[in-house]
Structures are given as C-alpha cells and as structure tokens.
C-alpha cells in the first residue's frame, strides 16, 4: 500500500517560506497525482494544492496561489511544496495524499473534493511571531 512520509515543517515568522518534502515509501510516485492538504485546529481539512501524476499540471486554491509552488521529482519519488510569504492562517497540519491510480481524478477535484486514498502522517506548519 501506497505511504508517504512529509517533512520540512515547523515554526516560521510570517513573511518567512518552508519547503515541505513527501517521499513516498516502498513505491514510486509514477502514475500518482499528489495533493497537498492542511488542517487548521477545529477546521476542516482542505486541498491547498495537487499537482497531475503524467504533466505536472497544477492546481491551488485561493488562499495560497502566488505564495506556494508544488513540484515533484519522480526519479526521487519526492514531492515537494514551497511555501513563501508564510500567514499565520496557513498555520495547521500538512498532509500528503493520493488518489488510487484507477481513480484518474482530475487535479482540480482531488484538492477542492478531498480525493485520497492514501496519506501521510503530516508535518505540522506554525506561522507566529
């Protein structure tokens, strides 16, 4: 079964960037699409930004575009999420997640539906002055 492992999360000053890592584990990322979600304390878990599994086609919701760049590295079976002009509402827990291969979800979907199958353990994001 499909695991990912995050990391690069912690404390940042507003203003201040992070860049978030998810490896997968005992695969390859060939094939998968990846999402990027985050949970803010009593909120809901939301998409914030997935990128396609064959074209790197992206996709970010309003809250971080212009601010947060998703790209991956299939030959390190690695994804990875810069995140720039950090705000404290980007504060939360970030996972890392992926629709089955069957599935063909269009990016879009998997980040404004929360369409996952398999998840990370997630890093979490503290943006505080």
């Known amino acids: 079964q499909a695991q990912f492992v995050e990391s690069g999360g912690g404390l940042v000053q507003p203003g201040g960037s992070l860049n978030l890592s998810c490896a997968a584990s005992?695969?390859?990322?060939?094939?998968?699409?990846i999402g990027w979600f985050r949970q803010a304390p009593g909120k809901e878990r939301e998409g914030v930004a997935c990128?396609?599994?064959?074209?790197?086609?992206?996709y970010y919701s309003d809250s971080v575009k212009g601010r947060f760049t998703l790209s991956r590295d299939n030959a390190k079976s690695t994804v990875y999420l810069q995140m720039d002009n950090l705000k404290p509402e980007d504060t939360g827990v970030y996972y890392c997640?992926?629709?089955?291969?069957?599935?063909?979800?269009?990016?879009?979907?998997?980040?404004?539906?929360?369409?996952?199958?398999?998840w990370g353990q997630g890093t979490q994001v503290t943006v505080s002055s």
């Open positions: 997640a992926a629709p089955a291969i069957w599935r063909s979800t269009p990016v879009q979907d998997i980040c404004t539906q929360t369409i996952a199958d398999y």
């Open positions: 005992g695969f390859t990322l060939d094939g998968y699409a």
């Open positions: 990128i396609w599994n064959s074209d790197s086609r992206t």
